[in-house]
């Protein structure tokens, strides 16, 4: 094998891993966008869309995409739960003790998934075959053309959503004043809980289109979420191209440093652009300053 | 008055039932046993903890040892040091156990060596880590298999394979890198040569990078050492690059679980394994051939589930202890001192000769070699 097709193999290995780090990083930025926190319970539910697909296939026996739909659903409900028991009751908490009461929903529903579904792996069968396809002397998994294309179509019904519907404009008018927002009569509590049903959709889609390929056990979320949250912060917190710049940026780095240097670095790629950024840019590397905007 | 005439005909009546027991059996031989039922190592101590009990009733039902009923009193350690030497202390000082099984894994066997050299209560271990019984302790013996003796078996094979370039892709846990270690301390004396030596952590899902860069380096055979899930993701990854080096595995995947993972990725895939998962292929003149179907198909009668080699570690100990107790008595001192003298006792793990320099006593024959062939384990002769 040439150098060529190396140099390819890892740039395509890189924006798989990527095109997932974004779609993670998309659930941060969401319910950011909506409620100025970070949830840090982000991971779990990447977890949870992909252990409860498993379940569904493997004890109700339904077919693959009845079983996705009702595995969204699953997540999508574990989110309002999470939204009306642990974010709600708190009215005048300030951000950081959200914050923090995400960590501590994270843990538990982590917990609460190794109780039910136990501490082993599984595999979800991939959606259109096992067999690779070739790219210029590189391969690269059916799957993550499924990836590819599931993330493009989120962005891009992300970037609608937020730009033009009334709603999303509604969930953004939130995020900069939920005062003011409240007294033009947008009702700030319904777009809260909505941003947490949209942050868990998505997060629980992308840990369902990635199991197949990475498999999924009870604490795939603490990694995968850690990653998402590196791609949102170098995009900015934003909903958009940003983040996905950032987990591309990420994953290619990881996989050019693995493949150069040492596979023994590769988390710590991750991390050290993540402080970098906090360092020099924290308003993310494709943002312009806030006060730029308002 | 008539209260107090019934407590004591009462009192009167249970000691009376109680000395009656206590005159018609011999008090039952207690064995301690420490393993890590929950906690992280859960997967080891489970099957450990049901084994143990399982032959314990089984030699209890046969009229148990010399007439006499053995105790087993199990402990969690959870998989934490500080919990097995709790467990260890109250096993010697409150139960007072002629002898101790367990614990799973190797830092908790490392932990409640100092507790049972200084009381003096014969150890065997369970758990893999060769320094446990490297220096040889007085009193501790253990059945798990080295890494070094795959190792060995491994190369024994690629050897007569005239195979003798590799590539190595190891975890960063403790299992990776003590196989790593192993891998590259005995590549000389096989005539092996390490053109690649690559990483991956423990919760990685993607190792294509690693693999590329393998693949460059003009290795023969890849041998991956790591535990589930790692070396699946690996296997689907050389698929999907389309590598066609040979794929070894270590023994730490022998379970049908990575199979399962794996799923088509993992045809061809060859490992060394203890004989648990290929017993019913054995020929009828393997030594181990006996306990190892008597292990097997008791384990599927009584939890209805497959046995494994860790459940086999806990099989051998108890055995081991068992026919020492049957030699030598129940006391702590005799039962070391015959355990010490086993010889050619043909168990689950392999064939175990301890000595006083010894206390492992297995060599590289207790591992063979398994491809994956259909979904299913093979023994390669």
Redesign the interface.
Not at chain 1, 119 to 123: E, M, S
Not at chain 2, 198 to 201: A, D, F, R
């Given at each position: 094998?040439d150098?060529t097709s190396?140099f390819v193999?890892?740039v395509l290995?890189?924006l798989?891993?990527g095109a997932i780090y974004a779609l993670i990083g998309f659930g941060f930025a969401i319910i950011h966008n909506a409620t100025g926190i970070i949830n840090f319970a982000q991971g779990e539910f990447v977890m949870l869309g992909g252990m409860s697909t498993i379940f569904i296939l493997s004890f109700l026996s339904l077919p693959l995409v009845p079983a996705i739909v009702l595995a969204i659903i699953f997540s999508t409900l574990v989110g309002i739960i999470f939204e009306r028991l642990a974010i709600r009751p708190l009215k005048n908490a300030t951000p950081l003790s959200l914050v923090i009461i995400t960590i501590g929903a994270s843990i538990f529903i982590r917990g609460a998934a190794m109780l039910i579904w136990g501490?082993?792996?599984?595999?979800l069968p991939a959606f259109s075959g096992?067999n690779?396809l070739?790219i210029s002397g590189a391969?690269?998994?059916p799957q993550h053309l499924w990836i590819f294309g599931i993330t493009i179509l989120i962005i891009i019904a992300n970037k609608l959503f937020f730009s033009y519907s009334i709603i999303g404009k509604a969930m953004r008018a939130c995020a900069y004043n939920a005062h003011a927002a409240s007294l033009v009569g947008i009702d700030v509590k319904i777009m809260v809980l909505l941003s947490f049903v949209v942050s868990a959709a998505i997060g629980s889609m992308a840990g369902i289109i990635?199991a197949p390929?990475?498999?999924t056990?009870y604490?795939?979320g603490?990694?995968l979420g850690i990653k998402g949250f590196c791609a949102v912060i170098i995009g900015g917190m934003s909903s958009g191209l940003g983040t996905v710049l950032g987990g591309l940026l990420i994953g290619l780095l990881?996989?050019?440093g693995?493949?150069y240097i040492?596979?023994?670095y590769?988390?710590a790629v991750a991390f050290i652009i993540l402080l970098l950024i906090l360092f020099i840019r924290p308003e993310g590397l494709f943002k312009q300053k806030e006060t730029q905007r308002v | 008055m008539t209260s107090r005439f019934m407590k004591l005909f009462s009192a009167a009546i249970l000691f009376v039932f109680l000395a009656g027991t206590l005159a018609f059996a011999a008090p039952p031989i207690k064995v301690g046993a420490l393993f890590s039922v929950s906690g992280?190592a859960?997967?080891l101590g489970e099957p450990e903890r049901n084994t143990a009990q399982m032959v314990v009733d089984e030699i209890n039902k046969a009229g148990g040892v010399k007439g006499r009923k053995l105790e087993l009193i199990v402990i969690d350690t959870q998989g934490d040091p500080a919990k097995a030497v709790q467990g260890a202390n109250k096993l010697i000082k409150d139960d007072k156990v002629s002898a101790i099984i367990g614990p799973s894994t190797t830092g908790d066997s490392m932990a409640i060596i100092p507790v049972v050299e200084k009381a003096g209560i014969p150890l065997i271990s369970c758990a893999a880590g060769s320094k446990i019984t490297e220096p040889v302790k007085k009193w501790v013996f253990k059945t798990a298999q080295n890494d070094a003796l795959a190792v060995a078996r491994i190369y024994e094979y690629l050897q007569a394979k005239k195979i003798n370039k590799l590539a190595i892709l190891t975890v960063?846990d403790g299992f990776g890198s003590s196989g790593r270690e192993q891998l590259v301390a005995h590549a000389k004396e096989y005539g092996m040569e390490i053109l690649s030596n690559?990483?991956?952590?423990p919760?990685?899902?993607?190792?294509?990078?690693?693999l590329?860069?393998i693949?460059?380096g003009g290795a023969q055979a890849i041998i991956c050492w790591g535990t589930?899930?790692g070396p699946?993701?690996v296997a689907?990854n050389v698929?999907?690059?389309?590598i066609k080096l040979p794929l070894f595995m270590s023994h730490g995947v022998s379970s049908k679980?990575f199979i399962?993972?794996a799923?088509?990725?993992a045809e061809g895939i060859m490992l060394p394994s203890g004989r648990v998962i290929v017993a019913n292929q054995l020929p009828k003149s393997d030594p181990q051939k006996k306990a190892l179907l008597s292990y097997v198909t008791g384990y599927k009668k009584v939890y209805k589930v497959e046995g494994d080699h860790f459940g086999g570690h806990a099989w051998d100990a108890m055995m081991l202890l068992k026919s020492a107790i049957e030699k030598a008595g129940d006391s702590p001192a005799a039962i070391r001192d015959q355990l010490e003298k086993t010889e050619k006792f043909a168990g689950i793990g392999g064939t175990f000769s301890y000595s006083a320099k010894d206390h492992a006593g297995l060599n590289k024959d207790a591992f063979v070699v398994v491809e994956i062939k259909k979904g299913d384990w093979k023994l390669v002769k």
């Open positions: 094998m150098n190396q193999q890892y290995s890189g798989s891993n501490k082993d792996t599984h595999a096992n690779p070739y391969t690269i998994m990635i390929l990475t498999m056990a604490d795939v603490v990694m990881e996989s050019l693995a493949g040492s596979a023994s590769k988390d | 992280p859960a997967f960063s690559e990483t991956y952590g919760k990685d899902t993607d190792m294509t990078a690693q590329t860069k693949r460059a589930n899930p699946a993701v689907r698929k999907q690059l389309g679980k399962e993972l799923g088509d990725a």
